[in-house]
């Protein structure tokens, strides 16, 4: 099995491991919330989610833990992950998962959380700025564009 394959299956077994362990109880309805009308259920859950968990920017990275940003950053690899496995190299639609995914092979979570941290706090005034949008522009975009190969090599099993 090639390196990167290697990687890419053990990264996902590891986010899936990860998000299992870490899978909530599921809960019933509050009796108030259920007789809620169908059209308001999306705003309000999205207002809720909003309430509990801020959107992330660099004035909640710069607060969080390394553990935090360390987790953050494996969700975000485990999307990706996932999605490239389900989607393959050339995807059938618009997707930014293999240029990342490329962009990041051979890259730990710890170097790309120094590539954050180090864009905010040379850049304090640009706080406001998404973590993710900092992850897009100053790790995966600011590399040029892995060469695809016109065979990609076979995967063994």
Same mark, same amino acid.
């Given at each position: +099995? !090639?390196?990167?394959? !290697? ?6 077994? $590891?986010?899936?491991?990860?998000? $299992?362990? #870490?899978? %909530? ?9 259920? %007789?809620?009308?169908? *059209? !308001?259920?999306?705003? *309000? ?8 968990? =801020?959107?992330?920017? #660099?004035?909640?990275?710069? /607060? *969080? ?5 360390? %987790?953050?950053?494996?969700?975000? +690899? ?7 496995? $389900? ?8 997707? @930014?998962?293999?240029? +990342?995914?490329?962009? @990041? ?7 790309? +959380?120094? /590539? ?6 040379? &850049?304090? &005034?640009? #706080? ?13 975009? !600011?590399?040029? /564009? =892995?060469?695809?190969?016109? &065979? ?6």
């Amino acid at each position: +099995m !090639s390196r990167t394959r !290697s990687f890419e299956v053990t990264l996902l077994a $590891l986010g899936l491991t990860v998000s $299992l362990a #870490g899978t %909530a109880v599921a809960q019933t309805a509050d009796p108030a919330t259920a %007789a809620a009308p169908a *059209a !308001s259920r999306p705003a *309000a859950a999205i207002a809720a989610a909003k309430a509990e968990l =801020p959107y992330p920017d #660099g004035e909640k990275w710069a /607060a *969080a833990t390394e553990r935090e940003k360390l %987790a953050y950053l494996l969700g975000i +690899m485990n999307m990706a992950m996932a999605e490239y496995q $389900l989607t393959g190299v050339k995807p059938k639609y618009r997707t @930014l998962v293999p240029r +990342m995914v490329q962009s @990041l092979d051979g890259k730990t979570l710890r170097e790309i +959380m120094k /590539a954050v941290d180090g864009y905010y706090q040379a &850049n304090p &005034n640009r #706080g406001k700025r998404s973590i993710f949008e900092v992850i897009w522009t100053e790790v995966v975009a !600011s590399k040029p /564009a =892995p060469s695809q190969p016109a &065979n990609p090599p076979a995967t063994r099993q």
